[in-house]
């Protein structure tokens, strides 16, 4: 067991650094850049975000994952998911006001929901993330995507109003409900499987690999051909809208990566070095908050750059400068959270959340 949470903290501290490269990448770069390390840097762009919910459902499940529970231990449960989920949600709309991008409020919706459906068999989690798929390319045909958006500065015009806020939180905001809610339930799925084994080790990373690749040769072979605008951007859009294709590169992205990390923490747990980067994945919570906060306003202040003005492409930062502070920031998170976890069992906003979820 030991073995395998360190090799689940390990993909979340990489989950944390690839959303300092595409935050950081977003406030201060150029989304026109075609330069080497602004395409290293765009890998990163989905993945990150879609590991961080996969490994979020992976985590509630973890923590519901014994064989049998009490009525009044179910019950228990789920109340604390519950209170993490108002937790959540609240420090995401106070974050937003100043990052309007963020996934925490998005996060509260999807364990308020899941409180509810937490103690399925875990096939049912699978057949629920289709279904949330679905229901989104649904609603695609009901309501145009770009509504409520200026796609040119990607700013939700009336999230402040209860439609806006409702269609922003279900239907196209960054981290919508519909569909993303599918990778909290793909983690669900994923927090059941005895990781210990490496006969799941290897499957899953099969399974991934074959899914990404084959999306991946989809979109290339797109290329070669005249389609239509709908279907062309229907394979290839990225992030905004999260068509079938997106979900299905990013989902299998995160098989590869997450069973990698667990091999890594079922061969190498005992490692120091190794041992030494878990801190680091247990305090995602505090890492996410402070590198919206303390993170941009250092980074502002070096690059001498207002965090209140539109950044165009020529006051866009160089990209290795953004990628060097990125690795510097996760190298200074990855410190604190060695030093904290000598005195404290969990990181500072985990443990307000904690006292408030009891």
């Given at each position: 067991?030991?073995?395998?949470?360190?090799?689940?903290?390990?993909?979340?501290a990489?989950?944390?650094?690839?959303?300092?490269i595409?935050?950081?990448?977003?406030?201060?770069?150029?989304?026109?850049d075609?330069?080497?390390?602004?395409?290293?840097?765009?890998?990163?762009?989905?993945?990150?975000?879609?590991v961080?919910?996969?490994?979020?459902?992976?985590?509630?499940?973890?923590?519901?994952?014994?064989?049998?529970?009490?009525?009044?231990?179910?019950?228990?449960?789920?109340?604390?998911?519950?209170?993490r989920?108002?937790?959540l949600?609240?420090?995401?709309?106070?974050?937003?006001l100043?990052?309007p991008?963020?996934?925490?409020?998005?996060?509260?919706?999807?364990?308020?929901?899941?409180?509810?459906?937490?103690?399925?068999?875990?096939k049912f989690?699978?057949?629920?993330?289709?279904?949330?798929?679905?229901?989104?390319?649904?609603?695609?045909?009901?309501i145009?995507?770009e509504?409520?958006?200026?796609m040119?500065?990607?700013?939700?015009?009336?999230?402040?109003?209860?439609?806006g806020?409702?269609r922003?939180?279900?239907?196209?905001?960054?981290?919508s409900?519909?569909?993303?809610i599918?990778?909290?339930?793909?983690?669900m799925?994923?927090?059941?499987?005895?990781?210990?084994?490496?006969?799941?080790?290897?499957?899953?990373?099969?399974?991934?690999?074959?899914?990404?690749?084959?999306?991946?040769?989809?979109?290339?072979?797109?290329?070669?051909?005249?389609?239509?605008?709908?279907?062309?951007?229907?394979?290839?859009?990225?992030?905004?809208?999260?068509?079938?294709?997106?979900l299905?590169?990013?989902?299998?992205?995160?098989?590869?990566?997450?069973?990698?990390f667990?091999?890594?923490?079922?061969?190498?747990g005992?490692?120091?070095?190794?041992?030494?980067?878990?801190?680091?994945?247990?305090?995602?919570?505090?890492?996410?908050?402070?590198?919206?906060?303390?993170?941009?306003i250092?980074?502002?202040?070096?690059?001498?750059?207002?965090?209140?003005?539109?950044?165009?492409?020529?006051e866009?930062?160089?990209?290795?400068?953004?990628?060097?502070?990125?690795?510097?920031?996760?190298?200074?998170?990855?410190?604190f959270?060695?030093?904290?976890?000598?005195?404290f069992?969990?990181?500072?906003?985990?443990t307000?959340m904690?006292?408030?979820?009891r």
């Amino acid at each position: 067991m030991k073995q395998r949470i360190i090799g689940f903290d390990l993909a979340r501290a990489y989950a944390i650094f690839g959303m300092f490269i595409v935050n950081f990448n977003m406030v201060f770069g150029s989304h026109n850049d075609q330069s080497t390390v602004a395409q290293f840097m765009s890998l990163f762009s989905g993945n990150s975000s879609s590991v961080f919910v996969i490994l979020a459902g992976m985590g509630v499940a973890l923590m519901t994952n014994r064989a049998a529970y009490t009525p009044a231990e179910k019950k228990q449960l789920r109340n604390t998911i519950l209170k993490r989920a108002a937790f959540l949600f609240v420090i995401g709309l106070l974050l937003n006001l100043i990052w309007p991008a963020d996934i925490l409020h998005f996060y509260g919706c999807y364990m308020f929901l899941i409180a509810f459906l937490v103690f399925l068999n875990k096939k049912f989690f699978l057949l629920l993330a289709a279904m949330a798929v679905f229901g989104f390319h649904v609603l695609i045909f009901i309501i145009p995507y770009e509504t409520g958006w200026n796609m040119d500065t990607f700013q939700y015009k009336d999230f402040y109003t209860l439609n806006g806020f409702i269609r922003n939180t279900f239907y196209n905001g960054w981290n919508s409900v519909f569909p993303w809610i599918a990778y909290f339930l793909l983690g669900m799925y994923l927090g059941r499987l005895n990781w210990n084994s490496i006969k799941v080790q290897k499957k899953m990373f099969a399974i991934g690999l074959l899914v990404y690749i084959s999306i991946a040769l989809l979109q290339l072979l797109s290329g070669q051909f005249v389609l239509s605008e709908h279907l062309d951007l229907f394979i290839n859009a990225d992030y905004l809208p999260p068509y079938l294709p997106f979900l299905l590169s990013t989902s299998g992205f995160a098989l590869m990566l997450i069973a990698f990390f667990m091999y890594l923490g079922e061969k190498y747990g005992t490692n120091r070095y190794v041992q030494n980067f878990a801190p680091t994945g247990q305090m995602t919570l505090t890492h996410y908050i402070s590198h919206l906060t303390i993170g941009l306003i250092l980074f502002s202040v070096l690059m001498n750059r207002s965090l209140t003005q539109d950044p165009t492409d020529e006051e866009a930062t160089k990209p290795i400068y953004i990628l060097l502070f990125s690795i510097a920031y996760f190298v200074l998170s990855y410190y604190f959270s060695s030093l904290w976890a000598k005195r404290f069992n969990n990181g500072p906003f985990e443990t307000l959340m904690r006292k408030i979820a009891r």
